[in-house]
């Protein structure tokens, strides 16, 4: 059973910056790519980026382009989100998420097959 577990989360002023961590374990743990989404009270969950585990290209929803930047180290099965000029409207909760595939695809919760639990990010104004 593949585990997902996320930290890094917390309160920011606008402006500021934090950095999500999100660790994977598990027997045979071997996500290909790995995804962050979000989701607001009252809102659909939306895709953030993904990463691609093995050759590193990474992919931006439009709304964090230019602000945000995940990455992994493979060696400690973490990927990471460093998320800078935080604006209110990134406050939600933030999940980590794996799937075996990669392609345009992957802007898809769907396309997921584990998740974690999520972490808080609240930005204020």
């Known amino acids: 059973q593949v585990q997902l577990v996320e930290s890094g989360g917390g309160l920011v002023q606008a402006g500021g910056s934090l950095r999500l961590s999100c660790s994977a374990s598990g027997r045979t743990f071997s996500g290909y790519t790995m995804g962050w989404f979000r989701q607001a009270p009252g809102k659909e969950r939306e895709y953030v980026a993904a990463?691609?585990?093995?050759?590193?290209?990474?992919d931006y929803a439009d709304t964090v382009k230019g602000r945000f930047a995940i990455f992994v180290d493979n060696g400690q099965n973490t990927v990471y989100l460093d998320m800078t000029r935080l604006k209110p409207e990134d406050t939600a909760v933030y999940y980590c998420a794996s799937t075996s595939e990669w392609g345009p695809w992957i802007i898809n919760s769907f396309k997921y097959d584990h998740w974690g639990r999520g972490t808080q990010v609240t930005v204020s104004s």
């Open positions: 990463v691609n585990r093995r050759r590193g290209d990474t």
